[in-house]
Nanobody, 124 residues
Framework: QVQLVESGGQLVQAGGSLRLSCAVS????????MGWFRQAPGKDREFVAA????????DYADSVKGRFTISRENAENTVYLRMNRLKPEDTGVYLC?????????????????WGRGTQVDVSS
């Protein structure tokens, strides 16, 4: 049974930084391409960032390019999302997802496994 557990979300002021973590158990993370999505109240789930199985390829939503960085540490079975220059519109539940295909994907339905999310609140 594969499990994904996110952590690191909290209340932060606009302009601040956070690092989210996604710990994977049940199978080695090197089997999965990984992604981060977010969901704000009353809105659809939104793609944030993705990283290929070996970390060679990444993809970002236009809204976070240049501010967020996705990375992975396969030896720790963990994926990270570094978020800088946070804005109030970055507020939401951030969810980690995994897919058993090599490449990156920006569509939620292409992911096989999901965590429950961690809450990020950015105050103005």
């Amino acid at each position: 049974q594969v499990q994904l557990v996110e952590s690191g979300g909290q209340l932060v002021q606009a302009g601040g930084s956070l690092r989210l973590s996604c710990a994977v158990s049940g199978r080695t993370i090197s089997s999965y391409a990984m992604g981060w999505f977010r969901q704000a109240p009353g809105k659809d789930r939104e793609f944030v960032a993705a990283i290929s199985r070996n970390g060679a390829h990444t993809d970002y939503a236009d809204s976070v390019k240049g501010r967020f960085t996705i990375s992975r540490e396969n030896a720790e079975n963990t994926v990270y999302l570094r978020m800088n220059r946070l804005k109030p519109e970055d507020t939401g539940v951030y969810l980690c997802a995994g897919r058993m295909i090599v490449g990156v994907a920006a569509i939620a339905t292409e992911y096989d496994y999901w965590g429950r999310g961690t809450q990020v609140d950015v105050s103005s």
